[in-house]
Antibody, heavy 118, light 112 residues
Framework: VQLVESGGGLVKPGGSLTLSCAASGFTFSTYWMSWVRQAPGKGLEWVGRSRNKANGYITEYAASVKGRFTLSRDDSKNSLYLQMTSLKTEDTAVYYC??????????WGQGTLVTVSS | DIVMTQSPLSLSVTPGEPASISCRSSQSLLYIGGNNYLDWYLQKPGQSPQLLIYMGSNRASGVPDRFSGSGSGTDFTLKISRVEAEDVGVYYCMQGLQTPRTFGQGTKVEVK
């Protein structure tokens, strides 16, 4: 099983960035997927999730990112995306792509760093 | 949102000795069927978090049996029966009952 994030980098406040997560080694289309982030030296924060096709691809978000971040997936490409707009300095974090089994975060990517700074 | 509170926030343990971490939730995590929606994760230095325990007391695949989870409702405990050097890192509890998923602050475990 592999989850490989990409797309992180330095962006100015108010800017936009899109993260990608390429999955392999499991049947991506059947899994609920999410993004979890970790600010430098801080704990873990759930960002949002995408249910699988059987559950209507419903997306849900943390209040801190709702209206600014959009989570999407392409099952044909085994990929998960996070479109981030109106970025704030407090969005600076390592963003992990995570797949869930029985409600638990079973597989984690290595993370991609997003730095929001002027 | 459900608030998760861990204690202690740091722990220094002698190899071979036991260790215990407490996690309390602001709401009961006990759901239909008797399942407690509480997981434990370990983030080793420089690594991504890894699942240790799910549904309160079930060890994830490959997790050594020195790790055990217990508790129900709002009070949970992660126990390490005999700490080893490789157990260093930050341990997090997470509730899986409601969205948004919420994590405890983390407990940093150091091995003396």
């Amino acid at each position: 099983v592999q989850l490989v994030e990409s797309g992180g980098g330095l962006v100015k406040p108010g800017g936009s960035l899109t993260l990608s997560c390429a999955a392999s080694g499991f049947t991506f289309s059947t899994y609920w997927m999410s993004w979890v982030r970790q600010a430098p030296g801080k704990g873990l924060e759930w960002v949002g999730r995408s249910r699988n096709k059987a559950n209507g691809y419903i997306t849900e978000y943390a209040a801190s990112v709702k209206g600014r971040f959009t989570l999407s997936r392409d099952d044909s490409k085994n990929s998960l995306y996070l479109q981030m707009t109106s970025l704030k300095t407090e969005d600076t974090a390592v963003y992990y792509c995570v797949s869930w089994v029985q409600g638990a975060a079973l597989y984690w990517g290595q993370g991609t760093l997003v730095t929001v700074s002027s | 949102d459900i608030v998760m509170t861990q204690s202690p926030l740091s722990l220094s343990v002698t190899p071979g000795e036991p260790a215990s971490i407490s996690c309390r939730s602001s709401q009961s995590l006990l759901y239909i069927g008797g399942n407690n929606y509480l997981d434990w994760y370990l983030q080793k230095p420089g690594q991504s978090p890894q699942l240790l325990i799910y549904m309160g007391s079930n060890r994830a695949s490959g997790v050594p049996d020195r790790f055990s989870g217990s508790g129900s409702g709002t009070d949970f405990t992660l126990k390490i029966s005999r700490v080893e050097a490789e157990d260093v890192g930050v341990y997090y509890c997470m509730q899986g009952l409601q969205t948004p998923r919420t994590f405890g602050q983390g407990t940093k475990v150091e091995v003396k």
